[in-house]
């Protein structure tokens, strides 16, 4: 053995004891005491971005910030949310340097301030709340890291008195993406549909944005290579993206470059308003949970992607079990396209949730539902997108003591549910509650409610049991007759990540 074999089995030796070398098993070389799983481990950081809530004056605005207690985490961590301000307008240029100037700047620099939610994050377990008024409060960017970020949600509340949205408007603030599909959306002239697309990085991002309807995709004049500068939101009135008014479609957002957050703000002249949030990735089967039980008319609406039209069946998931709707027992959707059928009261004094499998060969959709509340001229209209199970645990924040609900269903078998209320956010003890939800059922829970509650809680949601469980939350609020309402559901919080083990072996060396 010459001297060089003998530095080089010595320098690995030190490598391995200074730094903890670790190599994967070989696949051929695994056996009973060197296969691992992967470890269940905390996230260390986690990006949220919130839509600006309004242009109305009459907008008063809630954020609600929660981070469940996940073990594992260690006593390190931050949270913030600031305002989505493109770098160059934040920046002052030289010109900007006479007193006029100044004042100008200070002016806007104060208004800035004004309109920023002052959330200061508490510990996991407990909420922080803030709040803004009128038209003017700016998107916003969120980072979590430490014991902040597993689970990390912000959830963002915005009650308008009159005029077109008016209502209670909510939506969850979402993690940046690359793709986003929106069933649902509407050009007819009494709908305003904006789609916001926020950009939390240093970098300009660029997407694309198309439209797809009842014959396919439509002819857009601007939709492609939209710009959205580094720190910033960008809305963009769909209508002004295309010329043809059609009520049912699908709007596709795809990002060439960069990231983005992604929600869709819709506003009706006279069925009030709500976000639509992306669907869950296009599959042959979907779950649209969490129709509340009073509502006069349910639309649904789907689509199908790729290049094979999608035949489905729509079934009622209801207190008493799975039913199929008369006379809408199934739905043909046409490859590229976007089809849409009126269920009318279909929940029949239930709660309930759709249920969508395919009939022969499955093919991928996404799918969503526009649900209204109310008659006549007090009608007020939400939306519920298809979404991913609960997984291993999913927050919903912002609750009150009075116009939450939970719904559970459980599409597949019963199964088991823990609910976790947390402490409020000015005060109060946390509970717990565990739920059976039979196998194609929907229940809407009686909540637990903290001890004590001074403020806002959180609603924590767990499966204890294998079966797949979806869930979604509505708050809701009445005001001049109108019942307010907005839905958000409750897909896996992805609070955690599967890192593998990893072992010492300095033979793989000497291969």
Not at 7 to 34: C, E, H, K, M, R
Not at 62 to 81: C, H, I, N, Q, R
Not at 418 to 438: D, H, I, L, Q, R
């Amino acid at each position: 053995m010459n001297r060089t074999t003998l530095s080089l089995i010595a320098g690995t030796a030190a490598l391995a004891a200074v730094t903890g070398f670790a190599t994967l098993n070989q696949p051929d070389a695994a056996g009973p005491d060197t296969a691992k799983a992967a470890a269940e481990l905390p996230v260390e950081r986690t990006s949220l971005l919130c839509p600006s809530p309004s242009t109305s004056d009459l907008a008063d605005t809630s954020y609600t910030s929660f981070t469940p207690v996940t073990k594992g985490t260690d006593g390190d961590g931050t949270a913030e949310l600031v305002a989505a301000t493109a770098e160059s307008a934040a920046a002052p240029s030289d010109k900007e340097s006479d007193k006029e100037s100044d004042k100008e700047s200070d002016k806007e620099s104060s208004k800035k301030k004004a309109t920023k939610p002052a959330i200061t994050p508490k510990a996991p377990g407990t909420p922080a709340v803030g709040d803004s008024s009128g038209g003017e409060a700016p998107a916003l960017l969120g980072t979590a890291e430490g014991k902040f970020a597993p689970g990390w949600t912000v959830q963002e509340t915005t009650e308008i008195a009159a005029g077109s949205g008016r209502g209670l408007q909510g939506v969850t603030c979402t993690a940046p993406d690359t793709e986003f599909w929106f069933p649902g959306v509407s050009t007819l002239a009494d709908r305003t549909d904006y789609v916001h697309l926020t950009n939390p990085d240093d970098s300009a991002a660029v997407a694309d944005i198309e439209l797809y309807g009842k014959d396919g995709a439509l002819s857009t004049t601007v939709g492609e290579g939209i710009t959205i500068p580094a720190h910033s939101s960008e809305p963009i009135l769909l209508s002004t993206l295309t010329g043809e008014k059609q009520e049912d479609l699908t709007v596709h957002v795809n990002v060439r470059s960069g990231r983005v957050g992604a929600a869709v703000q819709a506003l009706d002249e006279k069925l009030g308003g709500d976000w639509l949030a992306a669907s869950t990735d296009p599959a042959g089967t979907q779950v649209i949970p969490g129709i509340p039980k009073d509502a006069t008319a349910v639309r649904l609406i789907a689509h199908a992607p790729g290049d094979t039209d999608a035949d489905l069946k729509v079934q009622l998931a209801s207190a008493s079990g799975l039913i199929t709707p008369a006379g809408h027992e199934t739905l043909h959707v046409k490859a590229g396209m976007t089809a849409s059928v009126d269920l009318g009261d279909v929940t029949r004094g239930e709660a309930g949730s759709l249920i969508l499998t395919p009939t022969g060969q499955s093919a991928p959709v996404v799918a969503a539902a526009r649900v209204l509340r109310g008659k006549g001229t007090q009608q007020e209209s939400a939306f519920i997108t298809a979404t991913a199970p609960v997984g291993t645990r999913a927050s919903a924040a912002g609750n009150s003591a009075k116009g939450s609900t939970l719904s559970l269903t459980a599409p597949k078998g019963t199964a088991k549910v823990k609910v976790t209320a947390s402490a409020g956010s000015g005060g109060g003890t946390a509970v717990s509650k565990t739920y059976t939800v039979k196998a194609g059922t929907t229940q809407d829970v009686e909540l637990p409610v903290p001890t004590g509650l001074k403020g806002t809680y959180a609603l924590t949601v767990e499966p204890l049991t294998d079966t797949p469980v979806y869930a979604s939350r509505t708050l809701s609020a009445t005001q001049k007759g109108v019942p307010g309402f907005t839905i958000q559901t409750l897909p896996d919080d992805r609070g955690t990540v599967a890192v593998p083990e990893a072992d010492e072996d300095v033979a793989v060396l000497q291969k």
